[in-house]
């Protein structure tokens, strides 16, 4: 009997799953900041940065369908000793919890914009929702979650589009701001944020293990070049909607927030969107950046279970995983004064944990050992190892910002 030709559809989705950390509330605080600071000038670095996204959620996706293991797993088992594991482990917890605190902090904002809620009230809703969304890893199970997050997803694209329709952008300026230009220590400051919170570690990490969770072991029947292709789509689906609505949030920023004096939060936005956009709009932003902030709990939740597991080789119940990186989200939600800035902040801390997942994930998918005839080609390696030393380099000229007292 011959095989039946499998329906395209069905395979697409992990993409979407990860890209929930393009559209966390990160970017949201990030690209509102760029777009109220400098208007359009930024709009060339999101799209540089999921460009570059693009190739690096492939790898990952590539790695976990070809070897039927997660990035965690497979370099928990190059690792020579237990003290290198461990210490590759707090690197990534650490970038774990800076994740957290982005996604939980989104969630509260938003419950308190919505319900007047303490922002710690909002956090430990934020946190209790997301376990509830997690499901086993199980074929079913899988699918389930992915349901559920790309619905979440699709209310957070509506919801960050939406003002948009009520104020539209200027063509002329829009196209100025394509154009790759960084004109202060500041605007350098959020560039880096935007490919912190674009390529984003735990995406690579999560990515690997989404697509093995699917497809692994050849749980589908489906031959491996088939998969690949399928990928290639889901991928590029998934980063075109990420950087559409990326843009969305950047335009909305410079059309009703640029030179407004004194703009520090995501509550002073949603009060101006408010006045400028109508309650209805207002209400809408609010609840896409809820469902942004638990879609993005969820997988963060989802990779830091796979990181532990793979690098420490034990299995943890999950509220003990999430709360080791949930812990440091709530005291900042207790005692933080500018929980926007906060927001910022923990995009950036994320790019520089960005190498310590790009590296390696290059170095295995350009090995044949690991690979077989779907090693990476020698252009792909080239482009993949530009995009990182591209990223490091800007991580390391922040730094050195940072150390001068320039920023």
């Known amino acids: 009997m011959p095989r039946l030709k499998p329906n395209p559809l069905r395979l697409l989705g992990p993409a979407m799953m990860a890209g929930v950390a393009y559209l966390d509330p990160g970017n949201v605080a990030t690209n509102l900041t760029a777009g109220s600071s400098f208007g359009y000038q930024l709009l060339w670095v999101i799209i540089a940065a999921n460009v570059a996204a693009s190739l690096v959620q492939y790898l990952s996706a590539k ?3 070809v070897t039927g293991k997660s990035l965690p797993v497979l370099l928990g ?27 939980v902090l989104g969630g509260a904002l938003a419950l308190q914009l919505l319900f007047n809620l303490p922002l710690f009230v909002g956090g430990v809703i934020t946190s209790t929702i997301a376990l509830i969304i997690v499901r086993p890893k199980s074929q079913q199970g899988m699918l389930s979650f992915q349901t559920i997050i790309i619905f979440l997803v699709a209310t957070t694209c509506v919801g960050f589009v939406a003002g ?8 002329n ?3 100025g701001g394509l154009v790759p230009q960084i004109t202060s220590s500041h605007a350098l400051l959020i560039a880096v944020g935007i490919f912190g919170a674009t390529i984003m570690p735990h995406a690579i990490y999560s990515h690997s293990a989404l697509t093995r969770d699917r497809f692994g072991s050849n749980k589908t029947k489906t031959p491996t070049k088939t998969l690949l292709t399928a990928t290639r789509w889901d991928v590029g689906i998934a980063m075109a909607v990420a950087g559409a609505v990326n843009l969305a949030i950047l335009l909305v920023g410079a059309i009703n927030l640029f030179g407004v004096s004194h703009l520090n939060t995501i509550n002073e936005a949603y009060g101006i969107f408010i006045n400028t956009l109508g309650p ?8 896409g950046l809820l469902a942004s902030g638990l879609a993005s709990t969820a997988i963060g939740g989802y990779a830091g279970g796979e990181i532990i597991e793979g690098l420490i080789r034990v299995k943890i119940n999950p509220v003990v995983s999430r709360a080791i990186s949930l812990a440091p989200s709530l005291v900042v939600l207790a005692f933080a004064n500018d929980a926007s800035w906060a927001l910022v902040m923990s995009q950036v801390i994320l790019s520089f944990g960005i190498p310590f997942a790009l590296f390696p994930l ?5 090995k044949a050992s690991v690979m077989g005839e779907f090693k990476n080609h020698i252009s792909t390696r080239v482009l993949a190892t530009i995009i990182a030393v591209v990223v490091t380099a800007l991580n390391l000229v922040f730094l050195a910002l940072i150390i001068s007292g320039r920023v």
């Open 63 to 65: 790695l976990g369908i």
């Open 77 to 103: 088992e190059r690792f020579k000793s237990r003290g290198a594991r461990l210490a590759f482990w707090v690197q990534a917890e650490l970038v774990a919890m800076a994740t957290d605190l982005a996604e």
């Open 164 to 171: 948009l329709f009520i104020n539209a952008p200027d063509g």
């Open 173 to 175: 300026k829009f196209l």
């Open 280 to 287: 209805a709009i207002a209400v809408t932003f609010a609840v």
């Open 362 to 366: 290059i170095q295995l998918t350009s």
